[in-house]
Nanobody
Framework: QVQLAESGGGLVQPGGSLRLSCAAS????????VAWFRRAPGTEREGVSC????????YYGGSVKGRFTISRDNGQNMVYLELNRVKPEDTAVYYC????????????????????WGQGTQVTVSS
């Protein structure tokens, strides 16, 4: 049973913060880069961030750079995404997914190369 499960989504006001979690089961995250994607209603999926499993290098999409922070805790087999200074356009279902190897592909790479996906967690930014 190889799977990822996202949690931590909810309703947050513009300018607020939220922390999303991605928990792995059935395998160990240590050897894999992990990325966060999001899909807003009626839109295509967008790459948000990625963290490598080797040196911990992080990458961010231009729309979230400087506001979101990705991190990982290999001991807990989890990856996190902290959303800061959120905007209404951050409203989306957020997904985590594993890359096929230890290093992050460019965020512009087709998302089909990512192997395991979670079910998503809803983030709604509204006043």
């Amino acid at each position: 049973q190889v799977q990822l499960a996202e949690s931590g989504g909810g309703l947050v006001q513009p300018g607020g913060s939220l922390r999303l979690s991605c928990a792995a089961s059935g395998f160990t995250l240590n050897d894999y880069a992990v990325a966060w994607f999001r899909r807003a209603p009626g839109t295509e999926r967008e790459g948000v961030s990625c963290i490598s499993s080797s040196d911990g290098s992080t990458y961010y999409g231009g729309s979230v750079k400087g506001r979101f922070t990705i991190s990982r805790d290999n001991g807990q087999n989890m990856v996190y995404l902290e959303l800061n200074r959120v905007k209404p356009e951050d409203t989306a279902v957020y997904y985590c997914a594993t890359a096929p190897g230890a290093v992050c592909p460019p965020l512009t790479i087709p998302e089909g190369i990512f192997d395991v996906w979670g079910q998503g967690t809803q983030v709604t930014v509204s006043s």
